[in-house]
T-cell receptor, first 115, second 112 residues
Framework: GNSVTQMEGPVTLSEEAFLTINCTYT??????LFWYVQYPGEGLQLLLK?????DKGSNKGFEATYRKETTSFHLEKGSVQVSDSAVYFC??????????????FGKGTKLSVIP | SQTIHQWPATLVQPVGSPLSLECTVE??????LYWYRQAAGRGLQLLFY??????ISSEVPQNLSASRPQDRQFILSSKKLLLSDSGFYLC???????????FGEGSWLTVV
């Protein structure tokens, strides 16, 4: 089956530091890749996505590139802010036949940004 | 407009009581729908998914069940709650045209 592996946290950074959260996947076919963010006490919100190889998703200063050769979708941000403190989930969606799509999530990485 | 909603947002239930969480989507037809549970400080565990009315696939055998009585309605139930059922429950919708996963607001369940 499909799987998503992301770096375990927690990750603690100072404000304005560079952020990388690694994500690799295993899937058959051509999955779509996503990063979701969960702020404390809230549900999951889409941060960015990429639907085919070499696509770059970007939003709010975050970006990730769909690398099929390395099966990776690492999340990066050049300068984090305190407001970026949240849990980040890497995910993929893949068609599994008969009109069904399999959604697979990583375990989440908690990011804390300190002033 | 196309939206997903789930309720209730918060509930505290005694052990042994029943549970019903409801999820509805609007502005679409024949959606793929999913129920996930997130235990405190942990990742997402897929509980059930459904590709259509009356079609339910269970990923983890447990104290919960799901039903899809209407095309845009997905219900998570339990006849008798356990303490271990406590957690954050999320309904999700795979939007095939937009190639995106949308989540409901989430439901916090505390079993006491």
């Amino acid at each position: 089956g499909n799987s998503v592996t992301q770096m375990e946290g927690p990750v603690t950074l100072s404000e304005e530091a560079f952020l990388t959260i690694n994500c690799t996947y295993t899937a058959t076919g051509y999955p779509s890749l996503f990063w979701y963010v969960q702020y404390p006490g809230e549900g999951l919100q889409l941060l960015l996505k990429a639907t085919k190889a070499d696509d770059k998703g970007s939003n709010k200063g975050f970006e990730a590139t769909y690398r099929k050769e390395t099966t990776s979708f690492h999340l990066e941000k050049g300068s984090v802010q305190v407001s970026d403190s949240a849990v980040y989930f890497c995910a993929l969606a893949a068609y599994s036949g008969a009109g069904s799509y399999q959604l697979t999530f990583g375990k989440g990485t908690k990011l804390s940004v300190i002033p | 407009s196309q939206t997903i909603h789930q309720w209730p947002a918060t509930l505290v239930q005694p052990v042994g009581s029943p549970l019903s969480l409801e999820c509805t989507v609007e502005g679409t037809s024949n959606p793929n729908l999913y129920w996930y549970r997130q235990a405190a400080g942990r990742g997402l565990q897929l509980l059930f998914y459904s590709v259509g009315i009356g079609q339910i696939s269970s990923e983890v055998p447990q104290n919960l069940s799901a039903s899809r009585p209407q095309d845009r309605q997905f219900i998570l139930s339990s006849k008798k709650l356990l303490l271990s059922d406590s957690g954050f429950y999320l309904c999700a919708w795979w939007h095939e045209t937009r190639n995106t996963i949308y989540f409901g607001e989430g439901s916090w369940l505390t079993v006491v």
